[in-house]
């Protein structure tokens, strides 16, 4: 297992103390969330992007250092802090903006 910042290891100490509880949501809701998680494991689109030798070396150290290939670790570092990046604190804390946009849904 990878390691855990101290925000994802609060958040797993609190669950394990049973301090979560379940929320009714609505069916749009729970639609709308089930695609999100879909599209996160989703990975059916390549990028090719230019960095610096130095960036990369860094990147190829701590995926060495995570025992994971160095693409996994772009991928999750862009996965974990894309949407604060775009949304500040993420995608449902932004008024008027959908996550996928709208104009991106459905693209292959």
């Known amino acids: 297992m990878s390691k855990l910042d101290p925000q994802e290891r609060e ?3 609190s669950y394990d103390r049973g301090e979560w509880k379940s929320v009714a949501r609505s069916a749009r809701d729970r639609k709308r969330y089930q ?3 879909k599209a996160t494991f989703k990975k ?3 990028v090719n992007i230019r960095i610096s ?3 990369l070396e860094a990147i190829q150290n701590r995926a060495l250092e995570e025992e994971i290939p160095y693409h ?3 991928a999750s570092l862009l996965h974990k802090h894309l949407p604060d990046a775009l949304w500040g604190e993420g995608p449902d804390q932004a008024p008027g903006l959908e996550y996928p946009h709208p104009r991106l849904a459905g693209r292959v």
Do not use: G, M, S, W
């Open 44 to 46: 059916d689109r390549r």
């Open 11 to 13: 958040l797993l100490e």
């Open 53 to 55: 030798t130095k960036d």
């Open 72 to 74: 996994t670790l772009i």
């Open 35 to 37: 695609e999100y998680a």
